[in-house]
């Protein structure tokens, strides 16, 4: 009895500071943002409670549901590309030969650049007027004139879409490395023996056995593009004509341009609730794949 209760307060030591930290950083801030958006608090102070108000005015609040829509396209069409080809060069460098170490590398170089300062770097490389494609494109006569990226909101939507896989696709490539390189090397070699081509040991052994990291890695992605902002806020700015807002950007304008701090705590309040649901939908769907 003796020795359980010690080794129970053994785990509670070595659990206890993160406890703490969550308490601190997290569940705190959590219901001090649930408190906020019961209210019609301002950023300039003051505000009383309205209840249930906030959440009535989300209903009715037809920009923030086009720009959790235009969140989830995006969602949608980014977080495939990652997987996809973070996957691919995956299989393409996971030996440890020197130049695959250096491709790994290379790759991984961008993920270590701050979003704001590759976004930046990226804004002004397509711009066009003097962006460096744009003119390399036109001098090798591949365009005849510049293309306008950020005038139309499809173009602005590629722009942003081909700078963030730059600058991501390196992390999920090293989360997939380590993957394929923690199966057992008898396992392929069993496979190669047994008459297995390449793509059959890829689809019938190395993808199987990779299968939580591949789940991780998309929900970690989905989850970040669904807090999309940095990106778009220096990329596009919303243009053109609002298009371009992701649900984060909606509650930046307005919590801090609009001064509305009660109702931008309430909106993302309902972000969170719908990250959470999906987080969950996808953890349950992957328990129940497992499971069959």
Known sequence: MRARRSSQLQGWLFTGPALLFVALFVLVPLGQLVDTSLTDRSLLGGGRFVGFDNYLRIWRDASFWRALAFTAQYTIVLTPILMG????????T???????????????????????????LWFWLLDEQVGLFNKLLVDLHILREPIVWFVSADLAFWAVVISITWKVVGFGMVLF???????????????TMDGASYWSRVRLVILPLTRRIVLLTTLVSAIGSML???????MTSGAPRGQTFTAVYWIYQNSFVS????????????????????????IALTARSEAA
């Open 85 to 92: 080809l973070g996957y691919a060069l995956a299989l393409l």
């Open 177 to 191: 490395v380590s993957g394929i390189q923690s199966i057992n090397p008898d396992i392929i070699e069993a496979a």
């Open 228 to 234: 999309a902002f940095d990106q778009f806020y220096i």
């Open 94 to 120: 996971f030996d440890n030969t020197p130049l695959k170490r250096l491709t790994r590398t290379i790759v991984f170089v961008p993920v270590i650049i701050g979003l704001s300062s590759s976004s930046l």
């Open 259 to 282: 001064f509305r701090l009660g109702y931008g705590s309430a909106l993302s309040v309902v972000l969170t609730l719908v990250i959470l649901v999906l987080s969950a939908l996808q």
